[in-house]
């Protein structure tokens, strides 16, 4: 478990981090969003001692973060760099090394994330002979190479193409899986939704909503109907309780208070027009978002 | 996993990495063959030493072998040619194949301009010869005119200008200066192009995630350290077998305790100079911004390297003195003190404890600096900027975003040499000061060479500081197109 407790952070006049405090919990991968600027990077850095704090503490499992647990830590910054002129093999060897794992150890683990990556072939490679997207996979593995019981992750998702951005979503539910707790920023909010099972929102340096996605998404009162139907569009002034987020030919969508009567949607809909399909959903995460923000 | 274990490895990493390098190889083997030419060239090169002597005309009979008799106690290797004729033997002169013809035991003749040596030795071979002949006709015994003409010895001592030491001492301490100052600016500047580049290449973030500021600093000081130590190590045994394999290259006794001080001071001067390089290289953002922001150490060096060449002539005046206790001149100057003779055992203990707090503290302000504006990305910072603390790390680093973006406060004319960006008059300055460079290395040479009376070592200091000192300035002038948009 990864703690913040209050913890703040100013450059100057401005205040990037404003009394921060939030948890992210082990076995689950956690969506950290907010708009640029809003802290996030800063946030992480903390998490690394890379900036030096105000007030507050970054804790682990319970203790301020000390540099034994670093050492079981794994980061990728937002700003890519590794070593351009040194072997791909050496270099993730040699950053295991520093995190104070013996040799043996270190080579096995690369050669098996070479090889789980595909990378096996390039591995005596200098690292700037090898194609963008193999740059990002060796610059994940980086962050892998002492086997982390913290993996924080900056935009790991921006750059990568829908392939490679499947497998990166494949490979954190699975490190997550196996009990590691991991933190990573996004800006892609349905990837988020799709993936993280815990949230955590910051705005102006402040945490405006943190917690587990689903219980986020149920506690709010809006509820969505999504409509698909056939034929002339249905008269929605009737409904009292709904309001029209979206309506185009053939679809649309209603934002409806918990006690809204869904058989008279239904009613208003069948009146003029044949219904193919119907949802009744909490807002998604996009939505929690901006209202997130907008507060 | 403590600091001194991972400084240890990037260390390693260092001189692994360097070590590979095809430039770094090339460098090392570029310098062997050069010292190992200027040492085994000019020998090579030395015109046959045997001295051609043409003999006609009447001479004392004993004239050959009282030649050769003489030539051997002068230690000249002489080979004498009899001519039929004053014609022939002129003939032979004129041709060169003789150096001097002793024409009828009384007149010398040469091409050109005598030679003194060969001058003295053969006419006192003549006088000898003769005094023999007209001692023999007077009935003097051959033994008793031996010890009438029993030669006195007078030998010839070079003083040199210090009580103790000969001018090959002075000579090694030049070259032993000139090496310093090159291992230590040269070793040092990569220590700051490291910085630059693991800055540049934004792989600071992932290593300062894992190891601490300090350690990464001074592991890197330390592989560079250690690799230049076994540069200079290799080329200077190259050097003495090269030296071993020249009989005719003077090598003035080499004294095992200066060998050590002078090891002792490279590695205090260099990491005294690395250290400051480092800090200095946290400031910049690019490659490019290497010498605008080490400009400074670079004239503090170059005049701790003349200053130093003070001592090699007055090794006890005042300014000697002073200068090899100074901590930014003593790696340069009291090397040449303790060779010259002139320190009490304490003196070099003294200055070297004072070099030692000097790095200390030094350490303290450049770890300081490097943790503050390692991780600041934009234009380059100044010292004030990092001092105040308004750019501590993590400002300007465009994913903590808009609001941290604001450019750090870089006031007008705060420290020499901040600015990063490049004008046609920079451009401008730059070729200036290259020419001023030159000009300065040149009176510098004129200046050593009258000093210590020796054109070679004056060409060797002049052409060592112009060598160093340009490419200083073309680094500082470096700048791969545009400067690049700050953000």
């Not at chain 1, 351009?84 to 040799?103: E, T």
């Not at chain 2, 960006?421 to 510098?444: E, K, Y």
């Amino acid at each position: 478990m990864l703690g913040f407790d209050g913890v703040t952070k100013r450059f100057g006049p401005v205040t990037a981090l404003d009394r921060c405090t939030f948890a992210v919990r082990p076995g689950r991968l956690t969506g950290f969003l907010g708009p640029n600027g809003a802290g996030k990077t800063t946030a992480m850095r903390a998490v690394f001692g890379l900036v030096e704090l105000d007030q507050g503490t970054v804790r682990w499992r319970g203790g301020p973060v000390g540099p034994a647990d670093r050492a079981r830590f794994g980061y990728m910054p937002e700003e890519r760099g590794l070593y351009p002129r040194m072997r791909v093999r050496d270099q993730l060897v040699y950053l295991g090394q520093l995190c104070g794992r013996a040799p043996l150890d270190v080579t096995r683990s690369v050669d098996a994330w070479l090889e789980r990556l595909g990378l096996t072939g390039r591995a005596a490679d200098r690292l700037d002979a090898l194609s963008h997207g193999n740059q990002q996979r060796v610059q994940l593995i980086a962050a892998l190479v002492n086997e982390p019981d913290l993996l924080v992750l900056d935009e790991p998702f921006s750059g990568l193409d829908p392939i490679a951005m499947s497998v990166m979503g494949e490979l954190l539910a699975g490190l997550a899986a196996e009990g590691t707790t991991v933190l990573f920023s996004s800006h892609q909010l349905d990837l988020v939704q799709d993936l993280c099972q815990d949230v955590v929102i910051i705005e102006h340096g402040q945490i405006v909503l943190a917690g587990e996605l689903a219980e986020l998404r149920a506690k709010v009162p809006q509820r969505f109907i999504d409509i698909r139907y056939r034929g002339p569009a249905p008269d929605w002034s009737r409904l009292t309780r709904a309001a029209v987020v979206e309506a185009a030919d053939g679809v649309a969508r209603l934002r409806v208070g918990p006690d809204t009567d869904i058989a008279a949607v239904l009613t208003a809909v069948g009146e003029r027009a044949d219904l193919i399909s119907f949802s009744y959903q909490p807002p998604t995460l996009s939505e929690l978002f901006r209202q997130a923000v907008a507060a | 996993m403590n600091g001194v274990r991972q400084g240890w490895l990037v260390a390693r990493r260092e001189m692994r990495e360097r070590s590979r390098s095809r430039a770094f190889q090339a460098s090392v083997l570029l310098m062997i063959v050069g010292v190992v030419a200027v040492l085994i060239l000019p020998a090579m090169l030395k015109p046959d030493s045997t001295r051609d002597i043409g003999i006609t005309g009447p001479a004392p009979a004993a004239l050959t072998a009282t030649i050769a008799q003489q030539a051997r106690a002068a230690d000249i290797t002489a080979s004498i040619h009899p001519y039929a004729s004053l014609a022939a033997g002129e003939q032979a002169v004129r041709q060169g194949q003789v150096d001097v013809l002793v024409a009828g035991a009384g007149r010398l003749e040469w091409r050109g301009k005598p030679d003194e040596q060969l001058k003295s030795m053969v006419t006192g071979a003549i006088q000898l010869a003769s005094v023999r002949e007209r001692a023999a006709a007077a009935g003097i015994s051959p033994g008793s005119l031996a010890t009438l003409l029993a030669p006195v010895p007078v030998t010839s001592v070079e003083l040199g200008s210090v009580a103790g030491r000969g001018p090959g001492d002075e000579m090694a301490v030049l070259v032993m200066t000139i090496v310093l100052f090159f291992g230590i600016s040269v070793f040092g500047q990569m220590v700051l192009t490291g910085v630059l580049e693991e800055k540049a290449s934004r792989v600071v973030e992932v290593l300062l995630a894992r190891i601490p500021a300090r350690a990464l600093l001074a592991g890197k000081i330390a592989g560079i350290g250690l690799l230049g130590l076994a540069q200079i190590g290799v080329t200077a045994l190259a050097a003495l077998v090269a030296v071993a394999s020249v009989d005719s290259i003077d090598v003035p006794a080499v004294r095992g305790p200066v060998l050590a001080w002078a090891l002792v001071w490279f590695v205090l001067g260099y990491t005294l100079y690395a250290t400051v390089y480092g800090a200095l290289g946290s400031l910049g953002s690019r490659v490019e911004d290497a010498q605008s922001v080490a400009g400074p150490v670079m004239v503090v060096m170059a005049v701790a390297y003349f200053a130093s060449f003070v001592t090699v002539g007055k090794p006890d005046s005042t300014a000697a003195k002073v200068l090899s206790y100074f901590p930014l001149t003593a790696p340069m100057a009291m090397p040449g003190r303790i060779a010259m003779g002139a320190t009490a055992w304490w003196e070099p203990v003294v200055a070297a404890g004072l070099t030692l707090a000097a790095i200390a503290g030094l350490v303290t302000l450049a770890g300081r600096v490097y943790t503050r504006a390692i991780l600041h990305s934009g234009p380059a910072l100044s010292l004030r900027d990092v001092w105040r603390g308004s750019a501590a790390s993590g400002r300007g680093v465009s994913a903590a975003g808009a609001r941290e973006t604001a450019p750090p406060p870089q006031p007008a004319g705060v420290t020499a040499g901040e600015r990063t960006t490049m004008t046609g008059s920079d451009t401008a300055r730059h070729r200036w000061l290259i020419t001023v460079l030159t000009g300065t290395g040149v009176i510098i040479g004129v200046a050593i060479a009258i000093l210590t009376a020796d054109v070679i070592i004056g060409v060797a200091a002049g052409a060592g500081f112009i060598a160093v000192a340009n490419q200083m300035a073309r680094l500082w002038t470096r700048h791969t197109g545009p400067p690049v948009a700050h953000r």
